[in-house]
């Protein structure tokens, strides 16, 4: 081999040398952001095994506005004073039973001024972004109305309607003796649809439920039954109705305007 083909083969290996011997290259995408990489991607120049796992990197997801559910019901209520007359009132001039303040002889629930649509009324007025369900029950505070059935009382309940008129004298006098007309009546619910008549243009969605409805609504609240003959309450409080609000079962969502 004459001088100048060593030389040249010298070149080659030197310059081999020279790139095999810097430092090695990773081979991993740059990311940018606060998070962290849990491990680099790729592998080292040079090796033909070992390769590393690809990056892990979290991804956070936060919402704002959408549809979550903005409960707003408003609730006004009668009086809520009921009156039990036990009927006939001796009258000393004449020497005669007259009617009381029920109209009866055989007493019962005053319906005039009482159970009249005005005292025991509850109205509800949905003003949420979302149709909601009200449920309401009656609860007894102890036994100052002889809530516990028994052979010659009727145990007294409270009950619902949705229509103040269902409250007839039988219902009224029947209680929880016999059970035939007030079993059905002691629980209500009503379904409130949300009020879309004012939705601006830019309001992309609203929800109806599929059975259409109001978005107010009104409840009548009576009881019925006899209460223990002699009670002197007073217009003292002898129970409590209770309104439970949920979101309302079986609602589309639309995106047209109304």
């Known amino acids: 081999m004459n001088k100048k083909t060593l030389m040249k083969s010298l070149a080659v290996v030197t310059a081999g ?15 940018e ?12 120049n ?3 095994d070992g390769e590393l796992a690809p990056a892990n990197i979290n991804v956070l997801v936060s919402t ?10 408003k609730i006004t209520y009668g009086a809520m004073k009921f009156i039990y007359d036990y009927g006939s009132v001796w009258d000393p001039k004449t020497h005669t039973y007259t009617a009381g303040s029920s109209g009866k002889q055989s007493g019962g629930w005053v319906k005039s001024g009482v159970v009249d649509g005005t005292n025991n ?22 036994k100052k109305l002889n809530e516990s059935p028994s052979p010659t009382k009727g145990g007294v309940t409270g009950i619902f309607a949705k229509d103040n008129s269902a409250f007839t004298d039988a219902v009224l006098a029947e209680g929880l003796n016999n059970g035939s007309n007030v079993s059905g009546m ?25 059975n259409g409805g109001l978005n107010e609504g009104n409840v009548y609240f009576a009881l019925s039954g006899k209460p223990d003959k002699g009670l002197t309450l007073n217009s003292e409080k002898v129970g409590t109705i209770g309104i439970t609000i ?4 079986n609602v589309e969502e639309f995106t047209k305007q109304p």
């Open 17 to 31: 040398v020279l790139i095999f011997t810097h430092a090695p290259t990773v081979m991993a995408t740059s990311i």
């Open 33 to 44: 952001g606060t998070g962290s990489v849990v491990q680099e991607s790729g592998k080292w």
């Open 46 to 48: 040079g090796e033909t």
């Open 64 to 73: 704002e506005g959408g549809s979550d559910i903005i409960y707003n019901v």
């Open 121 to 142: 009324i509850i109205t509800l007025t949905n003003n949420s972004n979302f149709p909601v369900q009200a449920d309401f029950k009656y609860t007894a505070e102890g």
């Open 186 to 210: 002691q629980t209500l619910q009503l379904v409130l649809e949300m009020d879309i008549k004012k939705l601006a243009v830019g309001d992309s969605y609203y929800y109806k439920n599929t």
């Open 246 to 249: 949920t979101p309302c079962q």
